[in-house]
């Protein structure tokens, strides 16, 4: 008795079903797209805002606010670097990379930097409409410097939860930061 060979072999079953997928989403792609481009659509988005429905336009920055978004700006820099370094310093801590000493050695100098920061900042001529945005930078500056304070603190007794409630400290800084940058330097983008 001979048996006939099948037909077909699974391989070309499966390459078949793929190039029929394929052939369909790109089906489905070329109708999508035609709908888009189709001017009833298009004006029906244009009249409801489109992607922009619901979202107002941020006013540009005044002259004076500007000045103080630039003067504050090389300030914001050093302290997102000292703070990403903060936090790794808790991190190699954590990792067992560094002991409790080398956190001190490593987190003092920070405490300086926010301290000098939050001293710099507040000697900035400060327009009347960013009152509360640079009250609540110079209050995360203080919440940074406070943190490291915090931190250090591992170095004399061996207590991690100095680091947790610097890592709070540290949260609601950054939390804090970026809702002023989201005002002066939205997508933390330099000012002009």
Known sequence: ???????????????????????????????????????????????????????????????????????????????????????FTGMSYKMKDIDQMAIKQRVAPLTKVFRDARSQASQLQVPASLQKQHDLYLAALKLYEDASVEMAKIARDGDEKHLVDAQKMSYAASEDSLRVGDVLWPGEYKPN
């Open 1 to 87: 008795m001979s048996r006939n060979p099948p037909r077909f072999h699974f391989k070309q079953i499966a390459i078949g079903c793929l190039l029929v997928c394929l052939g369909a989403v790109a089906t489905l792609a070329v109708v999508r797209e035609g709908r888009r481009a189709s001017p009833s659509i298009v004006s029906a988005e244009a009249a409801a805002g489109g992607a922009y429905a619901g979202h107002q336009e941020r006013p540009a920055l005044s002259a004076e606010e500007e000045a103080y978004a630039a003067a504050l700006w090389p300030i914001h820099e050093r302290i997102k670097t000292s703070a990403v370094q903060m936090t």
